[in-house]
């Protein structure tokens, strides 16, 4: 798979098929190693970090899972090139800003992204649409088990995995699911939920992790402890909590739907009008509009439009995406454009 290929089609994750999709874009299971025999990224040197990506990438190119998988080399791709791998969540923006080897690893479903030379040697990742952590997590074991047997993992009896981060050692899995909660922030009950969540030592970020805000009331929701539970106790907590946020915000729904259907209705024809002829808008503005319009085609006020059509707009309508489409850079008042009429002809 080249590069090229890689922008033409969304990922598995944004295909709007698994549970509760249309609540839960996505799930994602994440697991950070190291090699014993190399010191943390924070201390590495540029051989030593050439060492690991060399060693990582001939491991993971030799598993069974091989015949699937692409590297990319960032050192190679341009700045947005690996803006566009951070818009898939297929590279985090540590790696993306950092400097030395380091690739990513990606099969062409974008199910799995394996990421070399991050803030640990390697960061395993597993995607999927709507809420599926056990599939997700079922994959990055499977593969994680296979690179055991090739690479020396830097592991402590008694501490287990040793990570970079001292919150990521342990099992050294990070469990997140991507939430869409219109219904809650229109309701007033977005804090209250988030409070529960924060109670319960779990973390609430934007789209793209730590340090990000949300837009368009998109969340991420995560573990923050991974030393003293097993890998199946995080999976099962983090999932029955979401489970209970999905709940939170389908009740939201209905009683926004019984108490002013017309006021709701309004919001979401007006965003739906605003997305259809726009001739400029911003990537904070379409998340807006995108937000109300997704919720008012789960209530069945826009049912020609599907949630599968609604995240592929979703990807492509960020500036690296939009940029890579029109084949070249663009200023901001560009992108705000060329974002408008790809929306009006993707809504038609």
């Known amino acids: 798979m080249k590069f090229e290929e890689l922008v033409k089609s969304s990922g598995e994750w944004l295909r709007a098929d698994g549970p509760e999709c249309g609540i839960v874009i996505s799930s ?18 540029s051989e030593e970090k050439e060492n690991v990506a060399d060693l990582v990438k001939e491991a993971v190119l030799s598993t069974s899972y091989a015949r699937e998988l692409c590297w990319f080399d960032l050192e190679s791709l341009t700045e947005l090139e690996r803006h566009l791998l951070l818009e898939r969540h297929l590279i985090s923006r540590e790696q993306e800003e950092s400097a030395g080897a380091r690739g990513v690893v990606v099969n062409e479903p974008e199910t799995l992204s394996i990421m070399v030379n991050e803030e640990d040697h390697l960061r395993l990742q597993s995607l999927r649409s709507g809420l599926q952590l056990e599939d997700a997590y079922e994959q990055l074991s499977s593969i994680d088990d296979e690179l055991a047997k090739k690479l020396d993992y830097a592991f402590d009896e008694e501490f287990g995995y040793l990570t970079a981060c ?12 991507m939430v869409h909660l219109p219904a809650l922030v229109m309701s007033g009950h977005i804090e209250k939920a988030f409070n529960a969540v924060h109670d319960l030592r779990l973390a609430v970020r934007g789209l793209y992790g730590e340090g990000t805000e949300a837009h368009g009331e998109f969340y991420q929701i995560s573990n923050q402890i991974t030393i003293g539970r097993s890998e199946e106790d995080i999976l099962a907590d983090l999932k029955a909590v979401i489970e209970g946020i999905v709940n939170y915000e389908k009740k939201a729904r209905e009683r926004l739907l019984g108490r002013e259907p017309m006021k709701l209705e309004d919001k979401v024809w007006r965003a739906y009008s605003t997305l259809k002829n726009a001739r400029l808008i911003s990537s904070d503005e379409t998340m807006r509009h995108l937000s109300s319009v997704r919720l008012g085609a789960q209530l069945g006020m826009l049912p020609e439009l599907e949630l599968k059509t609604l995240n592929t707009i979703f990807l492509y309508i960020q500036p690296a995406h939009l940029q890579k489409l029109e084949g070249k850079e663009l200023p901001p008042e560009e992108r705000d454009l060329v974002r408008a009429r790809y929306i009006r002809e993707h809504l038609s």
């Open 166 to 177: 001292p919150t990521n050692v342990g099992t050294g899995m990070r469990v997140s699911v």
């Open 28 to 45: 994602r299971v994440r697991l950070a190693r190291n090699l014993f025999s190399f010191r943390f990224e924070s201390h590495i040197s």
